[in-house]
């Protein structure tokens, strides 16, 4: 019964803001890395974010770096996506899933899953005017 279930997407205007949630069951999340990952209409899945299983420490790719924080509370074993500033290259189904990766190159962050294949059933985002 091992289960990831993100909630909170809906539709907001450019330059709004939303919060997603990732709330596990099954097992702890302070255990894993968490990412934030999306997958926006006739697109592959892009890798957000990746935070420690601490919380302490978050990589963003450039896209949303700046706009997007990540937080953790283990007393509920859910992981928080704060969307701000968002824009209509935003719009997307967002997942959330255990160990992912962050790989450095050129000067920023590209987010990849780990070899711990837990994924959510996705929550939409569509930011429209």
């Known amino acids: 019964q091992v289960q990831l279930v993100e909630s909170g997407g809906g539709l907001v205007q450019p330059g709004g803001s939303l919060r997603l949630s990732c709330a596990a069951s099954?097992?702890?999340?302070?255990?894993?890395?968490i990412g934030w990952f999306r997958q926006a209409p006739g697109k592959g899945r892009e890798g957000v974010s990746c935070?420690?299983?601490?919380?302490?420490?978050?990589q963003l790719v450039d896209s949303v770096k700046g706009r997007f924080t990540v937080s953790r509370d283990n007393a509920k074993n859910t992981v928080y996506l704060q969307m701000n500033s968002l824009e209509p290259e935003d719009t997307a189904i967002y997942y959330c899933?255990?160990?992912?990766?962050?790989?450095?190159?050129?000067?920023?962050?590209?987010?990849?899953?780990?070899?711990?294949?837990?994924w959510g059933q996705g929550t939409q985002v569509t930011v429209s005017s």
């Open positions: 099954g097992f702890a999340l302070s255990y894993f890395t």
């Open positions: 899933a255990t160990d992912c990766v962050a790989r450095y190159y050129r000067g920023s962050y590209n987010i990849y899953r780990g070899g711990t294949d837990y």
């Open positions: 935070t420690s299983s601490s919380g302490d420490s978050t």
